[in-house]
């Protein structure tokens, strides 16, 4: 090549536009930049509404669903409008008899008892206790109802009352309910032999009169403990008692408590599980407080 061509060869090639000045590029980086910045800023942002939105999203609304797959269904508390029913499956027909409630346990699942029974909101879960609770707001024709369940079929307690759709208040007397209940049915279920359903209070031999535990009509209290150590949910400490009541066809055992609004008695023959009233009180205790942890 000669030194001629050479010298054209290089000047074709100038040196091409200007570079920028170095304040320039430092203030054009900063800005990139702070653009980065604000764009994962807003991606963190979003990322978080959603986590917090997440759990609204995927919680049921009043009839979504089966509703005792969540340990609290929630659906929309009111007394106006009726909610959207909550669908279970309906009890196969060799679960269900003259006294079968319009909602209950099989196996650890709640069921409708049938066709007729439109479930509006439910309170339980699914479980593999032996003695499962939950509850439910039901519509039988014109009807709505409260009811409680402890226990499944045939082992188990009821409670119902005819009421309208209120969520929150169902819910609070579910929670005074459920202790009650769960006491009850944890002497009948540990009691030698055959299931027997507890009593209720008007089949105990013992009452409240005043503050006060006394023997009903025809029998006598033989033995007192006040303020006995009992399972704290199932008794609470209102006018708290034990006696051991005499009557013609035996003597019972009586526990009890009796506060302004609520109250419950837990009844049992002599001789079931204990001789004495101080160790009959020892094993109610036992059998009541290892029936909480299991339901």
Sequence with gaps: MTTDLQERLDASFDEGPPHRPVEERLAAGRRAVRRRRGTATIGAAVALAVLAVGPVLLRPAAGGGGGIELPLPLPTPTTTA???????????????????????????????????VTVLAT?????????????????????????????????????QREAPYDYQAFMGWARAEFAVMSGRLALAATAPGPYS??????????????????AKPGGSVVQRIRHPVVDELAVLS??????????????????????????????ERVGVRADTLSSWLVQVKRVQDEFELMT
């Design 197 to 214: 359903p507890p009593l209720s209070d008007n089949e105990s031999p013992a009452g409240y009169d005043g503050d006060l535990l006394v």
């Design 123 to 159: 309170y339980g879960e699914i479980d593999v206790a032996r003695h499962p609770q939950g509850g439910a707001i039901v519509r039988i024709g014109s009807q709505t109802r409260w009811v409680l369940v402890v226990g499944n079929e045939p082992e188990r307690l009821d409670e």
């Design 238 to 267: 209102c006018h708290d008692q034990a006696v051991r009541v005499r009557t013609p066809g035996g003597d019972w055992f009586v526990l009890g408590y009796d506060c302004p609004e609520q109250g419950a008695l837990y009844s």
């Design 82 to 116: 009726a909610p959207t029913p909550v669908h279970l499956l309906t009890a196969p027909a060799r679960f269900v008899h003259a006294d079968t409630p319009p909602v209950l346990y099989l196996y650890g699942r709640m069921f409708r008892r049938d066709r007729d």
